[in-house]
């Protein structure tokens, strides 16, 4: 079963605009939200999270917001840059016999034209 | 600092035969997951290891077993391997079992098994 769903494989988005990307999850007992950043040949980056008991955490560009009652959670990037062109993976935090795991959504290609 | 470091890089074996992948944890963690991520998908999170024991284990049948050291670095066991098992093959280490947004990743192994 897919907890974390990412339904657009790739977005397109022009540089200087904002890049919106989404992510739902079906599992209520997920305590923190996460967007990785990946680019080929390297391992995911973490770039923002926010707690299940928040609705929006602001860092930069970077902007996730998080609709509990929908289980949505949407990362906004404004302005878009050409370095923002990579794989996003949105990932849920629940704690598993005494570990936390991560559960990936499948990603979404973003690609920032000029 | 040094980063989370695996080798090999990329790796072929055929159906049947066993593997052994390797992880250096990033200074100072103590803690190292692994996640299996398959093309176009997400990673899923094989298990975590926390002072040298298994600390919370994924959907992975046992075939799939691990080790951590005392200096914190960490193998992944393959036996038995299957066509299904051609994969990336992420580690990622954080500073206690419970981080959340402290998970570094390496830049994965690719396994394919022919």
């Known amino acids: 079963d897919q907890q974390v769903k990412q339904n657009s494989p790739s977005l397109s988005v022009q540089e200087g605009r904002i890049s919106i990307l989404n992510c739902d999850y079906t599992?209520?007992?997920?305590?923190?939200f996460l967007w990785y950043k990946k680019y080929p040949a390297e391992g995911p980056t973490f770039l923002i999270s926010?707690?299940?008991?928040?609705d929006k955490n602001e860092d930069g560009r970077f902007t996730v917001f998080l609709n509990k009652s929908a289980k949505h959670l949407s990362l906004h990037i404004v302005p878009s840059q050409p370095g923002d062109s990579a794989v996003y993976f949105c990932?849920?935090?629940?704690?598993?016999?005494?570990?936390?795991?991560?559960?990936f959504g499948q990603g979404t290609r973003l690609t920032i034209n000029p | 600092e040094t980063g989370v470091t695996q080798s090999p890089t990329h790796l072929i074996k055929t159906r049947g035969q066993q593997v052994t992948l390797r992880c250096s944890s990033q200074?100072?963690?103590?803690?190292v997951s692994w996640y299996q991520q398959a093309l176009g998908q997400g990673p899923q999170f094989i298990f975590q290891?926390?002072?040298?024991?298994?600390?919370g284990r994924g959907n992975f049948p046992p075939r799939f077993s691990g080790l951590q050291f005392p200096n914190y670095s960490s193998e992944l066991n393959v036996n038995a391997l299957e066509l299904d098992d051609s994969a990336l093959y992420l580690c990622?280490?954080?500073?206690?079992?419970?981080?959340?947004?402290?998970?570094?990743f390496g830049p994965g192994t690719r396994l394919t098994v022919l």
């Open positions: 990622a280490s954080s500073l206690r079992p419970s981080s959340y947004n402290e998970q570094f």
């Open positions: 290891y926390y002072r040298e024991e298994e600390n």
């Open positions: 200074s100072g963690h103590n803690t």
């Open positions: 926010i707690s299940s008991i928040k």
């Open positions: 599992n209520s007992m997920f305590d923190y």
């Open positions: 990932a849920a935090s629940v704690g598993i016999q005494g570990a936390q795991k991560l559960v």
